[in-house]
């Protein structure tokens, strides 16, 4: 079977960005690993070792959710644990609170389709398989899950008005 | 509006944001954004969302994984290690049964070489087969066993393993030394088959000893139950095979 280690980084990567945490997501990738391990003999060998891995944390993600709804995953600085992009600027940082917490108040599933096309870059028929959806649900719940991303993101107060998060990508997009 | 300002839909804006769209349709949706400046803001918001999430986390890959995770990654999967053990447990006890229950039926241990090769032989025949692995297949799978139960004269089944990968097939009937013989075919997601080949036994014997057998690459586990005799085939390690062959066996007995 395929070295399992060479796909920790991206697991690591989307649970990240999926519960904005560094220890739920490890713990995340952990459940994972272990329930791969378990079922390997599941995996078609013929489908991508990826998606398969994605699909299994969705599972996770999923199950977790519903038993603990209450359980919001609240964003401050605090929990940033890790370096945000920018050299930890004080921009970068604001910034990153800013993505977390707009994409804290997306659905799961939106959240979870606009990361895995957005982040894994993941093509629509794979992340409509990964959720068991039908590739047009996908489409729509994309679209709408940017629009609303974009209103959160434009909507949420800046603690300085003079550094809006968009002057910041701008510099890495020129 | 048959001209090039054909409108864009929101799933080809998607394509386009998403750098999924040829060069052509590139241009033609650039152009079509140049007239459309909402249309355009909105792309470019999905576009900065993208790289905005590239920014925010792609740091994480290149940070050290943390140690509880690779160690983790780095244990082969393979099949449990108590697993296995029960199944060599359970492999001795019916050969310990099969030695004491051998009585008058010692002489099944030859035949049963010989149906461990036949069987090997058909699976090494048949599995290649592209185009008509199986006489009749899965989707007919209740006229399949009744026919086949009704050349072998005796009840037959087809056990199911799709909670160990594989799935059915179809099945065939096949000339034997004493009479037709039934190979039912077996498929996992990578293509790898698997036979189970069952014959009905010349006298009713109560022997129930697993035994394996090799024959160049195809593994056999070979066992009787009762009036029929039975050979799980596959080019696949002893061990798999052997579970493999457990779970025939317990479906067969539940």
């Known amino acids: 079977m395929t070295d399992l280690a060479s796909y920790i980084p991206r697991l690591r990567r989307y649970a990240r960005a999926l519960t904005g945490n560094r220890e739920f997501a490890d713990d995340l990738v952990q459940d994972t690993l272990e329930r791969a391990l378990r079922k390997w003999v599941l995996w078609r060998a013929g489908s991508k070792i990826d998606s398969w891995l994605f699909s299994i944390m969705h599972n996770l993600f999923v199950n977790q959710v519903r038993s603990a709804p209450a359980r919001q995953l609240s964003v401050s600085l605090d929990d940033l644990e890790f370096e945000p992009a920018g050299q930890g600027s004080a921009e970068g940082v604001l910034q990153l609170r800013d993505l977390l917490s707009s994409l804290n108040k997306l659905s799961h599933d939106q959240r979870e389709i606009l990361l895995l096309v957005g982040l894994e870059d993941m093509s629509y028929q794979e992340v409509a398989r990964i959720l068991e959806l039908p590739l047009g649900t996908v489409m729509s719940r994309l679209s709408r899950a940017r629009e609303q991303l974009r209103s959160l993101l434009d909507g949420s107060p800046k603690a300085d008005a003079e550094t809006p998060a968009l002057r910041l990508i701008r510099t890495s997009s020129p | ?254």
């Open chain 2, 1 to 254: 509006m048959r001209n090039q300002t054909v409108q864009v839909s929101t799933d080809e804006l998607q394509h386009f944001v998403d750098g999924r769209v040829d060069d052509a349709g590139r241009r033609r949706i650039e152009i079509w954004l140049h007239e459309h400046p909402q249309e355009k803001q909105k792309a470019e918001a999905w576009r900065r969302q993208r790289q905005l999430l590239h920014d925010s986390f792609d740091d994480v890959l290149s940070e050290p994984v943390p140690s509880r995770l690779a160690e983790l990654a780095s244990a082969r999967p393979r099949i449990k290690t108590w697993a296995l053990a029960a199944g060599l447990a359970w492999l001795s006890v019916g050969v310990l049964i099969g030695y004491f229950m051998r009585g008058p039926t010692v002489a099944t241990v030859e035949p049963g070489e010989i149906l461990a090769r036949r069987a090997a032989i058909a699976h090494a025949i048949y599995t290649p087969e592209v185009r008509h692995p199986v006489e009749v297949g899965a989707e007919q799978e209740a006229h399949l066993v009744s026919w086949l139960s009704k050349r072998l004269e005796q009840r037959v089944r087809a056990p199911h393993f799709n909670s160990q990968g594989y799935n059915l097939i179809g099945g065939r009937l096949l000339p034997g030394d004493d009479g037709p013989v039934a190979q039912f075919m077996y498929q996992d997601g990578s293509g790898k088959r698997l036979t189970l080949y069952v014959r009905g036994t010349p006298e009713e014997t109560t022997v129930t000893a697993f035994r394996f057998a090799q024959e160049d690459k195809v593994s056999v586990f070979y066992w009787i139950d009762g009036s029929l005799a039975y050979a799980l085939s596959g080019e696949i390690p002893r061990e798999r095979l052997l579970a493999l062959s457990e779970a025939v066996y317990h479906e067969l007995n539940p």
